[in-house]
């Protein structure tokens, strides 16, 4: 099999085994750069309380969100990886990312009180969710899995984008084209870059 070959065959079968990741960061750049015509059409995502109980738990000034966290979840029954953020002095948010239904658990330290909510199956939230999450923080084997398959997708892309520079250069007649489209590409990217 000669090298010619071999770059074909690389770049059709990367293509083909990309083919679901290509789809999905594209279908999900639309609600991203879409944001009011999605809403419009798919409506906002709905959080339903699961439930709302009260709460007391003393937090010391400085405590470790995740330490506070960790808590809130064991305390009350909920399972999964989870962030634990303060937007503000009156409220500690632990959010447990899924794709289809995440959770949202919210404390209101003032009131003693604690909110359970899960977000009802929303397609664009599903891809939006699909496209930005990414790292090995999630600490979970599916959460891993994710990050290193996405990983391999970003080297699969370079492989693609290297494999289909070489097969264009192999192909003397289209050359010229060749070169006004890319540096159409990089002009134009070059232009945004600076300007934004």
Known sequence: MSFRHLNRRTHLYLALLLLPWFFMYGLSSLPFNHQEATTAIFGQPEWRTRF???????????????????????????????????????????????????TRV???????????????F?????????????????????????????????????????SGLIMWWDLRQTRGWGFVALGSGVLSFAAFLWGL
């Open 52 to 102: 709302e109980r009260p709460y007391d738990m003393e937090i010391l000034p400085g405590a470790d969100l995740q330490e506070v966290g960790a808590q809130i979840m064991r305390e009350n029954g909920l399972e999964g990886r989870f962030r634990a953020s303060r937007p503000n002095p009156d409220q500690i948010d632990v959010s447990i990312p899924r794709f289809i239904t995440p």
């Open 106 to 120: 919210r404390y209101y330290p003032a009131e003693r009180r604690l909110v359970v909510a899960e977000r009802g």
């Open 122 to 162: 929303n397609w664009p939230a599903v891809l939006t969710g699909m496209h930005a999450r990414g790292g090995f923080e999630h600490g979970s084997l599916l959460g891993n899995a994710w990050a290193i398959v996405v990983d391999l997708v970003c080297v699969g892309m370079l492989l693609w984008i290297v």
